[in-house]
Nanobody
Framework: QVQLVESGGGLVQPGGSLRLSCATS????????IGWYCQTPGKQREWVAS???????NYADSVKGRFTVSRDNAKNTVYLQMNSLKPDDTAVYYC?????????WGQGTQVTVSS
């Protein structure tokens, strides 16, 4: 059973920063890609960023230049560094691991950007 645990969310003022973590129960080297998604009440979950086991990264246009996804293979953890946060970034953030044809999700962590 693959488990993912997100952490690092919280309340931050506009313009501030947070770093989210996604810890996995298996070696992330064996995971083809890990992605970050966000969801607000009443809306579908949206893709934010992803990183492959080869280190390739991709970002949604709305976060390019502000968010950075990275991975630490030794810690089996993927990070999402979020800078220049805006109120529109407020959401629950989830990480997802894609292994073969199966997707595994974490429980999510709340990010609230407000003054």
């Amino acid at each position: 059973q693959v488990q993912l645990v997100e952490s690092g969310g919280g309340l931050v003022q506009p313009g501030g920063s947070l770093r989210l973590s996604c810890a996995t129960s298996i070696s992330i080297s064996s995971i083809f890609a890990i992605g970050w998604y966000c969801q607000t009440p009443g809306k579908q979950r949206e893709w934010v960023a992803s990183i492959t086991n080869g280190g390739r990264t991709n970002y949604a246009d709305s976060v390019k230049g502000r968010f950075t996804v990275s991975r630490d293979n030794a810690k089996n953890t993927v990070y999402l560094q979020m800078n220049s946060l805006k109120p529109d970034d407020t959401a629950v953030y989830y990480c997802k691991a894609q292994i073969a044809t199966v997707d595994y999700w974490g429980q999510g962590t709340q990010v609230t950007v407000s003054s």
